[in-house]
């Protein structure tokens, strides 16, 4: 009795890693398809590149740097 116990829940067991194992593959092939269809009809459009000089971004850069120091020089004569 106990054999055919062990034997129906191995069938069991494998009956059952086969269908998760057949439901997995089923889930990235529709994902591929899906991945395909979204890239056909709705390609992905390329990063628009800022045309800001190199010195006004200097100047920015400055400008917090300034602020920054400011802030730490305020920060400290309130401090003491």
């Known amino acids: 009795m106990e054999y055919s116990l062990v034997g129906e829940s191995l ?3 494998l009956l ?3 269908i ?5 593959v089923l889930l990235v092939q ?3 398809l899906q991945a395909k269809i979204i890239n056909k009809y709705f390609p992905e459009k390329a990063p628009e590149v800022p ?3 190199p010195q006004a971004d200097t100047t920015q850069e400055a400008h ?3 602020a920054i120091v400011a802030a730490i020089a ?3 004569k309130n401090k003491s």
Request: glycine share 4%; no cysteine.
């Open 16 to 18: 059952g890693m086969l």
């Open 51 to 53: 045309t800001s000089s």
């Open 74 to 76: 305020e920060f400290r």
């Open 11 to 13: 069938k069991f067991m």
């Open 64 to 66: 917090h740097v300034a």
């Open 20 to 24: 998760v194992f057949v439901f997995l």
């Open 30 to 32: 529709i994902m591929k």
